[in-house]
T-cell receptor, first 112, second 116 residues
Framework: GESVGLHLPTLSVQEGDNSIINCAYS??????FIWYKQESGKGPQFIID?????DKRQGQRVTVLLNKTVKHLSLQIAATQPGDSAVYFC???????????FGAGTRLAVHP | GAVVSQHPSWVICKSGTSVKIECRSL??????MFWYRQFPKQSLMLMAT?????????EQGVEKDKFLINHASLTLSTLTVTSAHPEDSSFYIC????????????FGSGTRLTVV
């Protein structure tokens, strides 16, 4: 596998606050990026995606920002709720290979 | 929406035995399926890419003779962990891609394998 096997960092936020989760990707040739949410014991759940020809995309309560210059992605969650508590992964796809490679992940803990 | 079913959701087996995990696309045909392994508190690591009707492509460091992958139909891929050992205990997750789109990745719910 190609993802980094590190212990997950944790982001703790208060309910109602905005959350920003960051991700550095590895391949400058990657042309498609996805954010996933994973709850304990479950498979990843799609949140939002962005192609390399964009630098921002918004969904419902979520925004993804892409900075290709520094190979950085961020996921912004507005008005964070307890149900948002999970592990969040960014994933990248390199053109022509279709392999989805996951980043290290961040655990989001939402406190009431 | 696209649904991927993975079975079993958990399995316990003895060292030295083999275990088969199934990944099915329920409402679409998947020309490509991916198998991942996830250890506790770590990310998903891609093990192999499974293409219908052809041999799987394994990632570096993954033993193809230990992790047998079969993708005999457009809706089913199987991963067999042969001669399992305790260090093979992990969470195994499959992902399927519809034939018409390279970017519609749908994940199964995962299989927790415990080797005792």
């Amino acid at each position: 596998g190609e993802s980094v096997g590190l212990h997950l960092p944790t982001l703790s936020v208060q309910e109602g606050d905005n959350s920003i989760i960051n991700c550095a990707y590895s391949n400058s040739a990657s042309d498609y990026f996805i954010w996933y949410k994973q709850e304990s014991g479950k498979g990843p759940q799609f949140i939002i995606d962005i192609r390399s020809n964009m630098d921002k995309r918004q969904g419902q309560r979520v925004t993804v920002l892409l900075n290709k210059t520094v190979k950085h992605l961020s996921l912004q969650i507005a008005a964070t709720q307890p149900g948002d508590s999970a592990v969040y992964f960014c994933a990248e796809i390199s053109g022509g290979y279709n392999k989805l490679i996951f980043g290290a992940g961040t655990r989001l803990a939402v406190h009431p | 929406g696209a649904v991927v079913s993975q079975h079993p959701s958990w399995v316990i087996c003895k060292s030295g035995t083999s275990v088969k995990i199934e990944c099915r696309s329920l409402d679409f045909q998947a020309t490509t399926m991916f198998w991942y392994r996830q250890f506790p508190k770590q990310s998903l690591m891609l093990m192999a890419t499974s293409n219908e009707g052809s041999k799987a492509t394994y990632e570096q460091g993954v033993e193809k003779d230990k992790f047998l992958i079969n993708h005999a139909s457009l809706t089913l891929s199987t991963l067999t962990v042969t001669s399992a050992h305790p260090e093979d205990s992990s969470f195994y997750i499959c992902s399927a891609v519809p034939g018409s789109s390279s970017y519609g990745y749908t994940f199964g719910s995962g299989t927790r394998l415990t080797v005792v």
